[in-house]
T-cell receptor, first 115, second 115 residues
Framework: GAGVSQTPSNKVTEKGKYVELRCDPI?????LYWYRQSLGQGPEFLIY????????DSGLPNDRFFAVRPEGSVSTLKIQRTERGDSAVYLC?????????????FGEGSRLTVL | AQKVTQAQTEISVVEKEDVTLDCVYE???????LFWYKQPPSGELVFLIR??????QNEISGRYSWNFQKSTSSFNFTITASQVVDSAVYFC????????????FGSGTKLNVKP
């Protein structure tokens, strides 16, 4: 499809395990964003990339969270030593350029459940 | 402090009723953007509108209209003649001049439109 693709759609893991969440943005979109959405809440900013570099990672909650975008396209959000509080839907979005135009295109999210 | 407040957690209306979703924001920047996004049950957020802080003109798009009032720091969204397909969670969001790419979302308003 032409939209933002996120895999897996659902991930159940045990506390302490390592997880990777993948985001495949719309082709040609240079900016990529990760947000986290807890139940009943709005999305919370984690990080965004312009090309390969993380332009702002101020939303990552701690050093267990890390994201990469090595070739400026697909991005992976990595969570080490998962905790129950990490359970949420992780949303990825992409846009053609930076600049807050508002035209962010979101994926359907990866639902992470930490038991 | 919460930058975007959506006080209405959930609203239920009957089809064809008009409904207004409230959004109050807080920022010290004179330049900022405000947005509304729709999140249907599938999970992906869909962009509806963007306004910049210098444009207080109200906007109408079909059954949708937006009322931006800087004096009350509000950016309310009205759906006229609601339809069942309008049922979703609606989020208001803010981005500020110091970082337009970091969006602050409200906690959302769940709209239930009953036939």
């Amino acid at each position: 499809g032409a939209g933002v693709s996120q895999t897996p759609s659902n991930k159940v893991t045990e506390k302490g395990k390592y997880v990777e969440l993948r985001c495949d943005p719309i082709s040609g979109h240079t900016a990529l964003y990760w947000y986290r959405q807890s139940l009943g809440q709005g999305p919370e900013f984690l990080i965004y990339f312009q090309g390969t570099g993380a332009a702002d990672d101020s939303g990552l909650p701690n050093d267990r969270f890390f994201a990469v975008r090595p070739e400026g396209s697909v991005s992976t959000l990595k969570i080490q030593r998962t905790e129950r509080g990490d359970s949420a839907v992780y949303l990825c979005a992409s846009s053609l350029t930076l600049g807050g135009t508002g035209e962010l295109f979101f994926g359907e999210g990866s639902r992470l459940t930490v038991l | 402090a919460q930058k975007v407040t959506q006080a209405q957690t959930e609203i239920s209306v009957v089809e064809k009723e008009d409904v207004t979703l409230d959004c109050v924001y807080e920022t010290r920047d004179t330049t900022y953007y405000l947005f509304w996004y729709k999140q249907p049950p599938s999970g992906e957020l869909v962009f509806l509108i963007r306004r910049n802080s210098f444009d207080e003109q109200n906007e109408i798009s079909g059954r949708y209209s937006w009322n931006f009032q800087k004096s009350t720091s509000s950016f309310n969204f009205t759906i006229t003649a609601s339809q069942v397909v309008d049922s979703a969670v609606y989020f208001c969001a803010l981005s500020e001049a110091n970082n337009f790419n970091k969006f602050y979302f409200g906690s959302g308003t769940k709209l239930n439109v009953k036939p």
